[in-house]
């Protein structure tokens, strides 16, 4: 169900408690949904790259943080998190629907240390901006238990030289996913299946309307409030597809909850973050906190990553990007080989072949000659020898 204006209005109010250490607890203001003006505080951001935008959209928290994917980010060695320093990062901000806030040069990208690119563990970066002097604060929903829904958005510019935006796609979204269906595609998944929401939700790329890609972000409701609560991470698609072909895809988005702590060891402030039943929260404290990361990966899965509208140029297999190989792409080379070897046994075949038909016809005509002229006649028996039969007549006529 399309919600469009609607959607964003309902996540524009928002409930807050400010995480800080173990007993503090601040309440804000307590901002309530009573229309679409309520968008005009709303923002939304998203990543750009040496100028050109990108489909990973940034959770703000303030006028100057943000979290981001990890696989986003552009890296001389991903395993090692060694970021490429030469790729010029900025955030462009909305504010409402298509309103603009601003476009900032980001200052600092640090990608969480546990960020694995070949499973897309802990797949989340926090990104640290300019700002124009204003400040604000958005929320980050912080406690999975709060969430009787889910809204769905995916925002974009329709001029990133001008920062022009176009209207997000956004939808609510309440099934539930098959989790051992989510789980068979993904190893990641299935041993970390609280840290990651899946489901099978696209809609059209603004690059290719033929192609459609998951959404951006997911915000947590618990009425009458809302925050963001998770970013897409990766996605896997079946029988080594295209993320534009016709195979089924599986979308994971990362919960960022779990991440607020290390977010706030390098902020050096509290994370602005949203929950209700304040008795009953409990929050992960340790900064240092990791998903499960898996050895293996599922055979004959495509995974895709990061900036999906250049999949061409970067395609979000950070397996590939470390100068490693992809199950999927090791089979290719395997199967191409093997095709290679049999048309080169097929060509060296007919090869032999020729060459022992035209020694056969060689030896034909040489030993055939030799054979006819040398061959012996054939004697029968002594009755049908012409020589015999005579010698026997003159024994006969002599005789009498």
Same mark, same amino acid.
């Given at each position: 169900?399309?919600?469009?204006?609607?959607?964003?209005?309902?996540?524009?109010?928002?409930?807050?408690?400010?995480? &800080?250490?173990? &007993?503090? %607890?601040?309440?804000?203001?307590?901002?309530?949904? #009573? &229309?679409?003006?309520?968008?005009?505080?709303?923002?939304? /951001?998203?990543l750009?790259?040496?100028?050109?935008?990108?489909?990973?959209?940034?959770a703000?928290?303030?006028?100057?943080?943000?979290?981001?994917?990890?696989?986003?980010?552009?890296?001389?060695?991903? +395993?090692?998190?060694?970021?490429?320093?030469?790729?010029?990062? =900025?955030?462009?901000? +909305?504010?409402?629907?298509?309103?603009?806030?601003?476009?900032?040069?980001?200052?600092?990208?640090?990608?969480?240390?546990?960020?694995?690119?070949?499973?897309?563990?802990?797949?989340?970066?926090?990104?640290?901006? !300019?700002?124009?002097?204003?400040?604000?604060?958005?929320?980050?929903?912080?406690?999975?238990q709060?969430?009787? =829904?889910f809204?769905?958005?995916?925002? +974009?510019?329709?001029?990133?030289?001008?920062?022009?935006? #176009?209207?997000?796609?956004?939808?609510?979204?309440?099934?539930?996913?098959?989790?051992?269906?989510?789980?068979?595609? #993904?190893?990641?998944?299935?041993?970390?299946?609280?840290?990651?929401?899946? #489901?099978e939700?696209?809609?059209?790329?603004?690059?290719?309307?033929?192609?459609?890609?998951?959404?951006?972000?997911?915000?947590?409701?618990?009425?009458?409030? /809302?925050?963001?609560?998770?970013?897409?991470?990766?996605?896997?698609? !079946?029988?080594?597809?295209?993320?534009?072909?016709?195979e089924?895809?599986?979308?994971?988005?990362?919960?960022?909850?779990?991440? %607020?702590?290390?977010?706030?060891?390098?902020?050096?402030?509290?994370?602005?973050?949203?929950?209700?039943?304040?008795?009953?929260?409990?929050?992960?404290?340790?900064?240092?906190?990791?998903? %499960?990361?898996?050895?293996?990966?599922? !055979?004959?899965? /495509?995974?895709?990553? &990061?900036?999906?509208? *250049?999949?061409?140029?970067?395609?979000?297999?950070?397996? !590939? =990007?470390d100068?490693?190989?992809?199950?999927?792409?090791?089979?290719?080379?395997?199967?191409?080989?093997?095709?290679?070897?049999?048309?080169?046994?097929?060509?060296?075949?007919?090869?032999?072949?020729?060459?022992?038909?035209?020694?056969?016809?060689?030896?034909?005509?040489?030993?055939?000659?030799?054979?006819?002229?040398?061959?012996?006649?054939?004697?029968?028996?002594?009755?049908q020898?012409?020589?015999?039969?005579?010698?026997?007549? *003159?024994?006969?006529?002599?005789?009498?």
């Amino acid at each position: 169900m399309k919600l469009g204006t609607s959607l964003l209005t309902l996540a524009a109010g928002l409930s807050s408690v400010l995480a &800080g250490s173990v &007993g503090e %607890v601040h309440y804000p203001t307590l901002f309530r949904r #009573n &229309g679409t003006e309520d968008l005009q505080s709303f923002k939304g /951001a998203v990543l750009l790259k040496n100028g050109e935008q990108t489909s990973c959209e940034v959770a703000l928290m303030y006028s100057t943080f943000g979290f981001v994917s990890a696989a986003c980010l552009d890296y001389t060695d991903a +395993s090692a998190k060694t970021i490429n320093t030469t790729t010029n990062y =900025e955030v462009a901000i +909305s504010s409402g629907l298509t309103s603009t806030y601003g476009r900032f040069r980001a200052s600092k990208v640090t990608p969480n240390p546990g960020y694995d690119p070949v499973s897309y563990a802990n797949n989340i970066a926090l990104v640290e901006f !300019e700002s124009n002097g204003s400040e604000f604060v958005n929320y980050i929903a912080s406690w999975r238990q709060d969430w009787v =829904e889910f809204y769905y958005t995916r925002r +974009s510019l329709s001029n990133a030289a001008s920062s022009t935006w #176009n209207s997000p796609a956004t939808t609510m979204y309440n099934a539930q996913p098959d989790l051992n269906a989510c789980a068979q595609a #993904n190893t990641l998944f299935m041993y970390n299946q609280k840290d990651l929401i899946c #489901n099978e939700l696209s809609t059209p790329s603004i690059m290719n309307a033929s192609c459609s890609i998951p959404y951006a972000s997911i915000y947590g409701v618990n009425d009458p409030n /809302a925050a963001v609560a998770a970013l897409y991470s990766h996605s896997a698609v !079946e029988n080594d597809g295209s993320l534009c072909g016709n195979e089924k895809v599986y979308n994971y988005f990362i919960v960022m909850q779990n991440y %607020v702590h290390w977010a706030m060891s390098i902020m050096g402030k509290k994370a602005p973050v949203f929950h209700t039943r304040i008795p009953e929260y409990t929050e992960v404290l340790d900064p240092g906190y990791s998903m %499960v990361i898996p050895k293996s990966s599922v !055979e004959g899965v /495509a995974v895709y990553a &990061g900036d999906l509208y *250049h999949l061409d140029s970067n395609p979000a297999e950070a397996a !590939e =990007e470390d100068g490693g190989l992809s199950p999927g792409a090791i089979a290719g080379i395997i199967l191409g080989l093997l095709a290679l070897l049999a048309l080169l046994g097929f060509f060296i075949y007919k090869k032999l072949r020729e060459r022992y038909e035209s020694n056969r016809v060689r030896r034909w005509w040489f030993f055939g000659r030799f054979e006819k002229e040398e061959k012996p006649e054939e004697v029968g028996p002594p009755w049908q020898t012409p020589m015999i039969l005579n010698a026997h007549l *003159h024994t006969r006529f002599s005789f009498n």
